[in-house]
Nanobody, 124 residues
C-alpha cells in the first residue's frame, strides 16, 4: 500500500496542526497505522499509532495529552491532531501501515509500508 502524508507546516509554539495519512486505493489493508517522526541527526521515533479495527490508540510519552490519533472513516484517512506544539516537536512526520501486535506497535520494524514525510516546524 502506498501512503500519502500531508498537513505539515510552520507553526508557533503553543499552536496546533493536523496531519493526514491517506492510502492509495482508499484502503490501508493493514491492521494498524502509525506516525513516526525524524529530526535532523536523530533516529526515526514513534509518535502514535492506532489499530484500525477497534480503534485502540498508543502514544509516546512525549506527546501524550497533546496529540490525538484518529481515523476519519468518511475520508479513509488517519489523522494526527497536534496541539500545544513545542519546538522539540519539529521533525519530518511519516505515517506507516503494518500488522504489529500490541507489544510491537511502537517499533518501526512492525510497519512495512511508509509514506513520504511531511515537515513540521515549530518556532519558539
Amino acid at each position: 500500500v502506498q501512503l500519502q502524508a500531508s498537513g505539515g507546516g510552520l507553526v508557533q509554539a503553543g499552536g496546533s496542526l493536523r496531519l493526514s495519512c491517506a492510502a492509495s486505493g482508499g484502503t490501508f489493508g493493514r491492521r494498524a497505522v502509525g506516525w513516526f517522526r525524524q529530526a535532523p541527526g536523530k533516529e526515526r521515533e514513534f509518535v502514535a499509532a492506532t489499530f484500525l479495527s477497534g480503534g485502540n490508540t498508543y502514544y509516546d510519552d512525549s506527546v501524550k495529552g497533546r496529540f490525538t490519533i484518529s481515523r476519519d472513516n468518511a475520508r479513509n484517512t488517519v489523522i494526527l491532531q497536534m496541539n500545544m506544539l513545542k519546538p522539540e516537536d519539529t521533525a519530518s512526520y511519516h505515517c506507516a501501515a503494518g500488522n504489529p501486535i500490541v507489544s510491537s506497535v511502537r517499533s518501526r520494524d512492525a510497519y512495512g509500508s511508509w509514506g513520504q514525510g511531511t515537515q513540521l516546524t515549530v518556532s519558539s
